[in-house]
């Protein structure tokens, strides 16, 4: 009784500092994500997009202003774009510029505080920053908008953006690796009782065959993406307008054709492209030519897993310590698998062709992430796990007791993503008479289409699944 009531202030005192950790935690608390992007995923993909937009307005989908979050804002920019509404999803992609610049040039000290502090806590307790893909589809989608609207300048700039935004993505992505690793080493992760690179390397080691199925995805190169490189060279190509603009088309096309080798489209648009620059052909002699660009299916989700690791002890003979954590994994989701058949009259049926596989383009970049989320999530647990050994040891079952509660609050993955983009993007083109609609056939349907007198036309479909209507939309790519 006596022990108790010695130890009973210390033990009083930590609760109190318990207690100021615990409410980040729960405001951050997994579960509630996850439950909050699957209320979202329900309605966007039964094609409720005006719902799933409202719903994730009151989730802080307001753009870049206090109390506001990018991933909500994101979500909301894609719902009112699938919904048609172009004006209001490019103001809202503009507003999630300003999360990006924001965390591209946050100091030292910022990336420090948020490293430190996902080690008191976890990385679901952190705003969500978005990942380069994310900022590479913003600039995209931007692009695909302005293209609607008729405003080919402003869609120009968004295609510059983002191939720049490539252009640099691995200079970026090294710098952030090289700030963490600053934050972990300056962290005092290190404790006397843990040797924290002994419990990493088994951590690392017991997840072998998660790095294993990851690297089977990396099939493009490091942060690129097929659909935005092949997005700007189709731009490029059909409304050349600035000097150099055929030789940049070749080089875009180019780099997607060979991303892409078995695709017979972008093979074919670079061969255009090549026999422009080189002056093989004139411009004015390219015939009437539609592209579909099929936007179908939804990508990549994460969800939890846990998982116990022996803590490596400084000490021979201590008895032995388990520490579980938390991390992420990609559940890959069904979806809308049959190709897009189109029919113009003119040619052969032809048939869309992958593009750009955001499956693959998410899990490269996830596979670049995951060592690093494993890392900071078996440091925090560990610190959480000694802490809650030693308050049991020194201050009896009741500090203890504490301690356990904020181990398990605190052993949370981060699931949040950018859930409604495609699993993929495929294209088809054909020559196309005028005067003649063209008709397109998909999930059992068809839709015959009136085009434009423009020599260059695309029409855009969006398919999250086999339950919602398709969105099809036509726009003029050329000014003639």
């Known amino acids: 009784m006596s022990r108790w009531n010695s130890a009973f202030p210390q033990a009083w005192i930590t609760g109190l500092l318990i207690s100021f950790l615990v409410p980040p935690l729960l405001s951050g608390c997994a579960w ?33 202003n206090e109390g506001t979050s990018l991933l909500w804002t994101l979500q909301r920019a894609s719902a009112l774009q699938a919904a048609g509404d172009h004006q209001e999803a490019i103001r809202l992609f503009d507003t999630t510029e300003a999360f990006f610049r924001v965390y591209d040039e946050e100091g030292a000290l910022s990336r420090w505080l948020s490293t430190t502090g996902a080690l008191i806590t976890n990385d679901a307790s952190r705003p969500y920053r978005g990942t380069l893909y994310d900022a590479i589809m913003v600039n995209s989608y931007k692009a695909l908008g302005f293209l609607a609207l008729g405003e080919p300048a402003n869609a120009r700039v968004e295609l510059n953006r983002a191939r720049d935004r490539q252009r640099r993505a691995v200079d970026a992505f090294s710098e952030q690796i090289r700030a963490e690793q600053r934050a972990l080493a300056e962290s005092g992760s290190e404790t006397p009782e843990a040797d924290m690179g002994a419990t990493l390397s088994r951590a690392h080691d017991a997840l072998d ?83 579909v660009l099929y936007e179908k299916g939804l990508g990549p989700v994460k969800v939890e897993r846990r998982i116990q690791v022996p803590v490596a002890l400084r000490h021979s003979g201590t008895t032995t310590i388990y520490t579980g954590f938390a991390y992420p994994v990609l559940r890959y989701r069904l979806g809308v698998s049959s190709p897009l058949q189109l029919e113009s009259g003119r040619e052969e049926d032809v048939s869309t062709e992958l593009l750009s596989s955001m499956e693959a383009v998410v899990s490269t970049e996830f596979s670049y992430e995951l060592p690093r989320i494993v890392t900071r999530a078996v440091a925090a647990s560990v610190t959480r796990t000694l802490l809650q050994y030693q308050l049991r040891r020194r201050f009896g079952d009741f500090a203890g007791f504490l301690g356990l509660i904020y181990q398990l609050v605190g052993t949370q993955a981060d699931t949040r993503i950018w859930s409604s983009l495609p699993r993929e993007f495929a294209i088809a083109r054909s020559g196309w008479t005028q005067g003649e609609p063209v008709q397109l056939r998909f999930n059992g349907e068809s839709h015959a289409l009136e085009l434009p007198d423009n020599r260059f036309v695309m029409v855009w479909v969006r398919q999250p699944s086999v339950a919602a209507d398709p969105l099809i939309e036509v726009i003029p790519l050329s000014a003639d």
């Open 32 to 64: 509630r994500q996850a439950g909050n992007q699957a209320d979202f995923d329900g309605r966007y993909s039964a094609g409720n997009y005006q719902e799933a937009a409202a719903f994730a307005a009151r989730r802080g989908g307001g753009g870049y």
């Open 209 to 291: 065959e998660e790095y294993e199925q990851l690297s089977r995805w990396s099939v493009y190169p490091d942060y690129v993406n097929p659909l935005a490189t092949w997005l700007e060279g189709l731009f490029l190509m059909t409304r050349a307008e600035a000097p150099g603009d055929f030789e940049r088309a070749a080089q875009a096309l180019e780099r997607a054709s060979g991303m892409v080798p078995g695709n017979p489209w972008v093979r074919a648009d670079y061969q255009w492209a090549e026999d422009l620059a080189a002056g093989r052909r004139r411009h004015a002699g390219l015939p009437r030519t539609v592209w």
